[in-house]
Each structure stands twice: as C-alpha cells, then as structure tokens.
C-alpha cells in the first residue's frame, strides 16, 4: 500500500513556485564568482542540476560530473553544481574554498553555482521548483548531498536520481541520451 506523510503533503502544497516560474530557463543564480546567470542561457540545452558538498561521501561524484560532462558537452548537455550545506554540515567553507576543491582537486569545469540553501525552510527559488515540479513520483524534499535532476531541452524536470546514483551510472547515462535525441 503506498502512504504519503502528512509533511509530504503539506510542503506540496506549501511550495508556490518562485515569480510563476514554469520551467528552469526562468531562475537565475549567482555563479561561485557572484556573477548572475540566466538559466534562460540553457534553453535547447539538456542539464543536470546536482546539490553538491565538497567534504561529503559522495564528493568523488564531482570528478564524474568532470567525465559525465566532458563526453556530453558537445551535445548541448550543462550540469549545474549547487554546494549547500544542508546535510552533515559537509559543505563548510566560503565560495573561494569550494571553488578550490571542486576546480582543483576534482577538475570541475561545469558552471558551479555559489553555496545555497536546498532543502527547509530557507529553500532556493529553484529548488523549490525543482522539488515541486515533473511527474509525481520525482516530487519532494530533497534527502542529502548530490541528489541530481535531469531537466529536458524545454526546461521541465525529468528524471531524478539519488545520491547513490553515481553520475556514469548506466541508467543516468540512458536518460541523458534520450533526453537530448528529443528534439
């Protein structure tokens, strides 16, 4: 029998998406420089947003994000890095320091974002999109660091995957190629 909590419930309700925003091309963000960016650059672009924590578990993902989007980027595929420190306390430190373990220990060089709130009450704008928004079964707080979002060519949510889900996966991989053969 599938149940759904109350608290499921009630933070789908409670999340109004940000300014009417209708899809990812409608966000924009601050780089891990503080320079403004405009998702609406993303448009006919396939991305993997990913929340990220450069003292997690899972921080070897960012150098697979590194190979994942280094096989891609051809194909009109982004991945958006978004440190936060909502989880374990495992992303500490101030933009400069992220920006060195992500760009110089794993090779980062996807657009990484500066460090932001993605779960609670403090939630981003677009991560209350991206929590709120696509099929059903994809909905939902996010649970800890490096969980992904596949956002198609139009900007709508498609697949998510968890933090064990490790970027090269086969089953990433199958998604991200179907979703950029949509035209």
């Known amino acids: 029998m599938f149940r759904i909590s109350l ?10 998406l940000a300014n009417g925003a209708t899809s990812l091309h409608d966000f924009t ?8 960016v405009s998702l609406g650059e993303f448009k006919g672009k396939v991305v993997l947003v990913v929340n990220t924590a450069s003292q997690c578990g899972f921080a070897l993902q960012l150098a697979d994000l590194q190979e994942l989007y280094e096989q891609y980027r051809s194909q ?15 992303e500490p430190g101030g933009e400069q320091a992220i920006k060195k373990v992500c760009q110089g220990r794993f090779g980062a060089r996807y657009l990484l974002t500066e ?3 993605v779960a609670g009450d403090k939630i981003t704008p677009l991560f ?11 909905r939902g707080e ?13 900007g709508q949510v498609l697949a998510r995957f968890g933090s ?3 970027p090269l996966s086969y089953h990433l991989r199958e998604e991200l190629e179907s979703a950029l ?3």
């Not at 608290?7 to 109004?16: D, K, M, N, S």
């Not at 209350?128 to 994809?138: D, Y």
């Not at 996010?142 to 139009?154: A, H, T």
């Open 7 to 16: 608290t499921t419930i009630l933070f789908l309700i409670a999340v109004p």
């Open 29 to 36: 963000l601050r780089d891990i420089d503080g320079n403004t």
């Open 76 to 90: 009109e595929f982004e991945i958006i890095a978004v440190p936060s420190n909502d989880f374990g306390g495992a």
């Open 115 to 117: 460090k932001t709130e």
């Open 128 to 138: 209350k999109f991206l929590t709120a928004e696509g099929p059903p079964e994809l």
């Open 142 to 154: 996010i649970k800890f660091n490096f969980e992904k979002f596949l956002i198609g060519k139009d």
């Open 164 to 166: 064990f889900t490790n």
């Open 181 to 183: 053969k949509d035209k």
